[in-house]
């Protein structure tokens, strides 16, 4: 009887182990799960404010629900690189690449003004999207077509100005580091 109530002890002192690491690693989970929220939404701003004058090009090809839904799913999937980018650069302490990566992004957001990058990066996404989808006007047969079309077009012309993005980004990290070195 006595082996019994030991054995019983420890079985609870375990729960109780178990049951602590539980606690903490959810508090963990929910702590990082704020904090994820909080880069994403900070980069989903700031990555639909670098998308205003797409956009506005984007609704002169369609303005079929499809075709607008996937344009704004194609935006909104860059802020989780942006994001993720933002977080690595803060949490490794690397504050020349967060600031960097911030400044740059707000150099191209008033690049829209000049329209040329969006307009560029915009017309090639297009030439690419038809060579794959075979059609020079996006497909108004389907909504998931419709909605692909769009979907490709975007993110190509987000790959082509987050390439802008990252060489700026880039030139500006180089001389912050370099100014801080001296």
Same mark, same amino acid.
């Given at each position: 009887?006595?082996?019994?109530?030991?054995?019983?002890?420890?079985?609870?002192?375990?729960?109780?182990?178990?049951?602590?690491?539980?606690?903490?690693? %959810?508090?963990?989970?929910?702590?990082?799960?704020?904090?994820?929220?909080?880069?994403l939404?900070?980069?989903?701003?700031?990555?639909?404010?670098?998308? +205003?004058?797409?956009?506005?090009?984007?609704?002169m090809?369609?303005?079929?629900?499809?075709?607008?839904?996937?344009m704004?799913v194609?935006?909104?999937?860059?802020?989780?690189?942006?994001?993720?980018l933002?977080?690595?650069?803060?949490?490794?302490?690397n504050?020349? %690449?967060s600031?960097? %990566?911030?400044?740059?992004?707000?150099?191209?957001?008033?690049c829209?003004?000049?329209?040329v990058?969006?307009?560029?990066?915009? +017309? %090639?996404?297009?030439s690419?999207?038809d060579? +794959?989808?075979?059609?020079?006007?996006?497909?108004?047969?389907?909504t998931i077509?419709?909605?692909?079309?769009a979907f490709v077009?975007?993110v190509?012309?987000g790959?082509?100005?987050?390439?802008?993005?990252?060489?700026?980004?880039? +030139?500006?990290?180089?001389f912050?580091?370099k100014n801080?070195e001296?």
């Amino acid at each position: 009887m006595k082996e019994n109530a030991i054995k019983e002890i420890d079985v609870q002192k375990s729960d109780v182990k178990k049951t602590n690491v539980k606690d903490n690693s %959810l508090k963990h989970t929910a702590t990082v799960i704020k904090t994820n929220k909080a880069y994403l939404g900070k980069w989903l701003i700031l990555v639909w404010l670098n998308a +205003i004058v797409g956009l506005f090009f984007g609704n002169m090809v369609s303005t079929e629900v499809g075709f607008i839904f996937g344009m704004v799913v194609g935006v909104s999937v860059f802020a989780i690189p942006y994001a993720y980018l933002a977080k690595y650069a803060d949490s490794n302490n690397n504050q020349a %690449l967060s600031k960097s %990566l911030y400044t740059s992004v707000i150099v191209k957001m008033m690049c829209q003004l000049f329209v040329v990058p969006d307009m560029y990066a915009g +017309i %090639l996404a297009l030439s690419i999207t038809d060579a +794959i989808f075979s059609t020079s006007v996006p497909p108004m047969d389907s909504t998931i077509d419709t909605f692909l079309y769009a979907f490709v077009a975007t993110v190509l012309t987000g790959v082509f100005l987050s390439v802008l993005v990252m060489i700026l980004t880039g +030139i500006i990290y180089l001389f912050t580091k370099k100014n801080n070195e001296t």
